[in-house]
């Protein structure tokens, strides 16, 4: 079956690196995301990484994926004030290029 | 980037009416929409696949009389939440895949939302 599983509830420091972890179920899904959701909007597409890939950097956003452990992960380096969110990460099932299926979100606050 | 935009952004209605809620693809044009339902400290849940010129393909356990979906042209879906009710207050999602150069097929671009309230 279809699941993706975050745990609900990260706090850190102004400062400090926020790593967010992921696991899915769909070892054939071609791309995974991290989407970021702020209070009242929409999903907001932070980064995604290909299948094949085991790391992608983008300025302070890396994100990891183990294929063997189905584990993904999204480290946001210097977290900001302004990165406080909710941070979703999503499969795409084999076949499914249309269908995201989105884990429960992770709710990163992050204090001074 | 491409946009996708939702109107209204939140509505209150009275139980028993019925609610549309629209979404645009404003720079692009999208064959294929999807409509999300998201409970207040969940995650967004799958419930259609609008397709231009076709019927909605309805997920498991989602009723197509009360959620109808019209997707009458490549840059407007529309959702109807038909005689609704309590339970149906709910944030709902709309979301299109834009065909971009070096993006992955699986991308998609979400609106805004718009928060329904059932009174």
């Known amino acids: 079956g279809e699941d993706v599983e975050q745990s609900l509830f990260l706090s850190v420091r102004e400062g400090d690196s926020s790593v967010i972890n992921c696991t899915y179920t769909d070892s054939s899904s071609t791309y995974l995301y991290w989407y970021k959701q702020e209070p009242g909007a929409g999903l907001q597409l932070l980064t995604y990484?290909?299948?094949?890939?085991d790391m992608k950097q983008d300025q302070r956003l890396t994100v990891l994926l183990n294929k063997k452990d189905k584990h993904l992960s999204l480290r946001i380096a210097d977290t900001q004030t302004g990165d406080s969110a909710i941070y979703f990460c999503?499969?795409?099932?084999?076949?499914?290029?249309?269908?995201?299926?989105f884990g429960a979100g992770t709710r990163l606050a992050v204090h001074p | 980037g491409a946009v996708v935009s939702q109107h209204p952004s939140w509505v209150i209605c009275k139980s028993g009416t019925s609610v549309k809620i629209e979404c645009r693809s404003l720079d692009f044009q999208a064959t294929t929409m999807f409509w999300y339902r998201q409970f207040p400290k969940q995650s967004l849940m799958l419930m259609a696949t609008s397709n231009e010129g076709s019927k909605a393909t309805y997920e498991q356990g989602v009723e197509k009389d009360k959620f109808l979906i019209n997707h009458a042209s490549l840059t407007l879906s529309t959702l109807t939440v038909t005689s609704a009710h309590p339970e149906d207050s709910s944030f709902y999602i709309c979301?299109?895949?834009?065909?971009?150069?070096?993006?992955?097929?699986?991308?998609?671009?979400f609106g805004e939302g718009s928060r329904l309230t059932v009174l």
């Open positions: 990484i290909f299948s094949n890939m």
């Open positions: 979301s299109a895949r834009a065909h971009i150069p070096a993006r992955p097929t699986g991308e998609l671009f």
């Open positions: 999503a499969e795409s099932p084999s076949g499914g290029y249309n269908k995201l299926i």
